[in-house]
């Protein structure tokens, strides 16, 4: 999934980014606020990890803006504020969580996890689509009860995918949800990426249809268990 990250300590901005482009997210690391807010106006998120003290612009004021414009990305408070009358605010605000500094980053994760998880429809980090069963919190995927291999790169496309089912999604979907500012895939990437998921996935009830000239189209078979 894409996620940015805005933060202006330099230490734990790229561990923060590091961490999550090892479990296969596309990351990017902002360190003020006002570029983050222009970054906004023509780049979508799925998720954004958002400091409060930020040069430029503060992290709650760009909370502000991205809600006055209905921009309803899920957006994770990273704050050394922890009084309960910051924690209240922020979250009348439109923030939809909240981790205090310093954080364990075991913790992150799974914070990250259920944000995404939510904006995607699901109500549990494990869910049922046919005979595949997709665990989120072990990044792990089953056929008819076999586990079956596949990297972390491979996985997120698998949710992107179950994000939009039955919708179709091309080639520059897939990219900006899958890869950064730094990374440059070429031209065949995403159909290397779809062609080793659907060959990994052939014995499952999901499938991942080609529209050519168009993009994909991923569907269950049967109706797929919350």
């Known amino acids: 999934m894409r996620i940015l990250v805005v933060e202006d300590t330099q230490v734990l901005g790229q561990a923060i980014l590091e961490r999550l482009t090892s479990l296969g997210h596309g990351v990017d690391l902002i360190d003020d606020g006002k570029r ?3 970054l906004l106006k023509y780049q979508s998120f799925d998720l954004i990890l958002l400091d ?12 502000q803006k991205l809600r006055q414009k209905e921009d309803g990305t899920p957006v994770l408070i990273l704050t050394a504020r922890d009084q309960i009358e910051d924690r209240i605010r922020l979250l009348d605000e439109g923030a ?3 981790l205090t500094k310093p954080f364990d980053f075991g913790e992150l994760e799974a914070r990250c996890r259920a944000l995404l998880r939510r904006k995607q429809g699901y109500a549990a980090n494990v869910s049922e689509h046919g005979n595949l069963l ?3 919190d072990s990044r792990q995927v089953f056929i008819s009860g076999e586990l079956t291999a596949i990297t972390n790169r491979e996985f997120r496309l698998l949710e992107i995918f179950l994000g939009h089912l039955g919708r179709v999604l091309s080639k520059d979907d897939i990219t900006d949800h899958l890869f950064n500012f730094d990374e440059t895939p070429s031209p065949n990437a995403i159909e290397l990426y779809v062609g080793r998921l659907r060959k990994k996935l052939v014995a499952s009830d999901f499938t991942i249809t080609t529209l050519r000239g168009i ?3 991923a569907e269950v078979s049967v109706s797929p268990k919350a």
């Open 36 to 38: 983050a807010h222009d």
């Open 134 to 136: 997709v665990n989120r």
């Open 52 to 63: 409060l003290n930020l040069p430029g612009l503060s992290g709650l004021q760009l909370l």
């Open 215 to 217: 993009g994909y189209v």
């Open 96 to 98: 939809d969580d909240y």
